[in-house]
């Protein structure tokens, strides 16, 4: 797989245009490979729109939802692990040292997080060296239990859960228009990345907390309707060759999203 350095700025006009009214916890999007604590986004062609600087060390929906490209890589390689598909579940294994995770220190740091670098490691390595499946599974659950304790889910609110579901859906969509053209396969590791953040951007709704669940439950209702309409643009894990999948029902669906997240 190969590393894009692109910021994921908006999803079509309505995301460009509630980008520089966003609050903390109101983020614009993110990209899920290098996110260094405080960046902001390349210059824009002109007449467009410049994203305002993202601080994941105080933005709780950008710092969700780059752990949430991890969770994502981390779900798919498994997935592929616990059907046999050994050699393709070790390129979504990740290092600390990679980018994704690189760029997070910072922000763990500023935030008092110990991170979770030993843990991410040894599940990489466990899958990576064929260890035996109860040490791999395990590790993986011992690295889910770290990244839980570094979420900031239990105490946001529903918007801003909501917009962070929405940023890790426009990745999803720029991953799948990867590995989608034209109707075949073209990187299948990019259409696996896709289903792998859809499928962690789903399981965020259920951790919302329950006060704030209550109060958006339309909002949440139709998140996930919207998530699930998406199902059969991946058909099968591992796909070759001729696949008919459309990438622009992603970013359709990622505004939709951010809708439901500003009507809050």
Do not use: C
Request: charged letters at 25%; a negative charge.
């Amino acid at each position: 797989m190969f590393e894009k350095k692109k910021v994921w700025v908006g999803v079509g006009s309505v995301l460009a245009t509630t980008m520089a009214a966003s609050t903390a916890n109101a983020a614009p999007l993110t990209q899920p490979n290098a996110a260094p604590a405080s960046f902001m986004a390349a210059p824009m062609a002109e007449g467009e729109m410049a994203a305002p600087e993202i601080d994941l060390s105080t933005n709780d929906t950008a710092f969700l939802a780059q752990l949430g490209f991890i969770r994502g890589h981390l779900w798919v390689g498994m997935k592929l692990y616990e059907e046999g598909h050994i050699e393709m579940a070790k390129t979504h294994m990740k290092h600390p040292g990679d980018e994704l995770y690189a760029g997070l220190t910072e922000a763990f740091n500023d935030r008092g997080q110990p991170g979770f670098a030993d843990e991410l490691e040894a599940l990489a390595d466990s899958v990576i060296n064929d260890n035996s499946k109860d040490v791999v599974m395990n590790n993986y659950k011992v690295l889910l239990d770290a990244i839980s304790a570094h979420e900031p889910i239990a105490d946001m609110a529903a918007k801003g859960v909501l917009l962070s579901v929405a940023t890790m859906l426009m990745a999803t969509a720029d991953e799948y228009a990867v590995g989608i053209q034209e109707g075949k396969v073209a990187q299948v590791h990019e259409y696996q990345d896709a289903l792998g953040f859809k499928e962690i951007a789903l399981n965020r709704l259920e951790r919302i907390n329950s006060e704030e669940a209550e109060k958006a439950s339309e909002a949440i209702e139709e998140t996930r309707s919207v998530l699930k309409s998406l199902t059969d643009l991946w058909p099968t894990i591992t796909p070759e060759g001729e696949l008919q999948g459309d990438a622009s029902k992603i970013y359709g669906a990622a505004s939709r999203i951010e809708l439901e997240a500003r009507s809050i």
